[in-house]
Each structure stands twice: as C-alpha cells, then as structure tokens.
DNA sequence: TGTCTAAACGAACGATCGTGCTATTATCGC
DNA sequence: GCGATAATAGCACGATCGTTCGTTTAGACA
C-alpha cells in the first residue's frame, strides 16, 4: 500500500470515530487535520470535497459492519444459532468495544440524513435496506414455518438494537446489555412457538 | 401576552421545527433569523446565548409532548386502556403530523447528545428518565401481577417506538406504522399471559 | 544515486458562525 | 399623546468553515 493510501486510511478512520459522536456535519477538517497532527489542506488534498470524505466514511462504516457482524455469523450453522449470532455481533458492534468506535454510526447517521436528501442518504438507506434484507432471510431460514413474519421479526429486532444503544449510551442504564438479551430471547421464542 | 414574549415563542417554534431534523448544532441563528424574516441581532436578544435557546427549545418540547402524549391519555381508565392510549399518542408525535415537527426531537437529541456533557445532556437525560419511570408505571398498573417485569416492557416498548421512527422516516416503509402497532399488541398480549 | 512524481504544507479566499455594542424604532402605562 | 422602556436593527469583531492555490518536501523507481 502507497504512502497515500495508507494516510487516507487514517484519516478515513479517525473521521469515521469522530463521526459516530459529532455526525458528518459536526467534524471539520480543520479539526480532523489537528487530531492526525497534518495540515488541512494536506488533509484534503485526499478527496474532492468534504461530501466525497463522508461518503468513503461511509462505504468503509459498511464494510467494516459486514466482516464484523454479518461475515463471523456465517460460520455457524443456518437457522437460529446464526441468527443468535448476528444480534450477538450487532450488540457488540453498538458497544463499540471491538471496532473502538463508540457507538453504531448507522443509527447517527440515519438521525442526521432522516431529512436530508442527497448521496449520502441514498447510500445509507440502500445499506440499511440491504442489513434489513439479510436479517429477513436470517430469521426465514430461523423460522421456516412462519416465513411470512420475518419481516415482522426484523422491524423488532432492530428496535431492540436501538433501544439498546438509547439505554446504554445515553441513560448509562447497566443492565442495558442484559434487557437486551432478554427481549431478544422473548421474541425468539414467540416465533419459535406452535 | 407582551410583544417580546409573543416573538421569543415564535423563535422558539421555529427553532423547534429546524432543530428535529438538524439537531440543535446544526440550527444556526442566522438562517433561523432569515426564516423569522428578523435580524439575527434581533432575535439574539432574546436569549443570553444559543445554548440557552437551544435549552429553550428543550423546555418547550418536554412541555409539548407532555401535553400531547402524556395528559390526553389520562382521560382514559388507569390500567391497559391508558397505556394503549400512551402508545398511540406517541406514535401519534413521532409521526408529527399533528404538531407539524416532522419527526421526535428526543430522538435527535439523544444521538447528538449521547457523548457530549453539558447542561442540555443533563436535562435530556432527566426527561427521558422521567418518560421512562411514567411508562414503566403505566405497565405496572396495566399488568399488576408481572410489576417486577414493567422496567423490561418499558425497554422494548421504546424500541418498538425507536424502531417505527427509523423505518418511517428514513426508509419510509408504508408498513411501518402497522408493524408498530402489531409488535406493540405482540408486547401486550405477552405481558398478558398466564 | 538522480530524477520524476506523489504527498504534504502554508497562506489566503469568501462565507458564515456566535456574540457584543450602539442606535433606531415600536410598544405600553399614565 | 407623551414619556419611559422594551424590542428590533445595523454593524463589526474574532474565529472557523470548506476550498483553492503555489510551493516545498518526501517517496519510488530507473
């Protein structure tokens, strides 16, 4: 990797860190340039504008979400034990602990571009259309018998995945963690039921 | 009602409605003073700082919701009939169709805010405990055999609401307002049982 | 190692930000 | 209606924003 690509890379990584907090309006590259200890304009000789640094922001944000969460679960066997995986993965993805960036910056960002059309909505909604799509097919193959729920099943999942983040970033709730788990197992074992 | 009381209300409006989908840094005087059709320097006076506008804001929207949400179900008899009335009145501001903010302010709020000390986080936080605590009253006077379970179904109540807001205002999902309202029966009937 | 190109820098741009100050205009009590 | 006072406007401030420019430094390949 060139010596360019490698600093657009942390600049790339720095941004995406201070996104999940500031979202893609709140960082300045004046501010992103003093983080990496660089120059702005040294910065921004990396991209064409600062919509073209939001964007790359976010394809990494999805790739980085897809080896984190989607791509482990694939090892274990389809059906509910994937399943089990992918929420499990997509908690610790909102914890942030693993990828250190605290916070899911899909759910920032769906706040901040909920109004604002452009690009950047479109890529974020395609991408959140895309993880609804994979979570149906996920809880189809959980819950052969009631196929036609699974979307069902999806909208509440994510609530669940928001709800979470609600409790534990912003209340500081403790036992967010485990209000989760438990409404995750409660809404299995309605599906899984008759 | 005085001349300055009358356009500090409409600042505060007006802010109000900017800041649902900008968020409260993003709302910037000068801009709100060109849709008030007013000087910026005209419109500053009527707060000591934009901070103290922005807790303004906050404020008048704890009031409004409040008032929207909270007091109309009160008419309703106390147990299951109050909280579905809570439900639907809820739904009913996040929507925003009859208080023109086209979306809820809290949720916004709470992902600018969720890493970001200062007086506005500390009052954010305060009422969302306090929605919090009405709730999981609310279910313990809907359920009074499962009262220990009221904080859980508080969680996931919230996460059915988080939930509808995402997929009706960002993926606009037709459905999203029917997936609500069946994940809450689902909810309900699950508390119900035994 | 020398050369060419890529990468980073420093300075400046016009615009806008929140915030003061002073002057002008409108409102309200007597 | 007049005078005191509240409300709005005008202007400027230092700072920061995204963006562009020309220059200098550093890396990569011959």
Redesign the interface.
Known sequence: MSKGETTRQQIINEAMRQS??L?F??ISLGGLAGSLAMSKSGLYAHFKSKEALQLAILEEAIARFIQAVTKPAMAKPKGLERLRAVFMNYLDWIQGDKTDL??CIF??L???????PGPIRDL??AS??QW?TALQQLAEQAFPTKRQDA??FT??M???????Q??W???KDPS?LQ??Q??FE?LIS?YQSE
Chains 1, 2 share one sequence.
């Open positions: 999940v907090s979202g309006e709140g605290d916070g759910m920032t769906a706040q901040e571009y909920s109004g604002k974020l909604v959140q259309q609804r979307e069902q909208f509440e994510i609530g669940v995945a928001l709800s979470f609600q409790s970033k912003l209340i967010a209000r989760a438990q409404a409660h309605r």
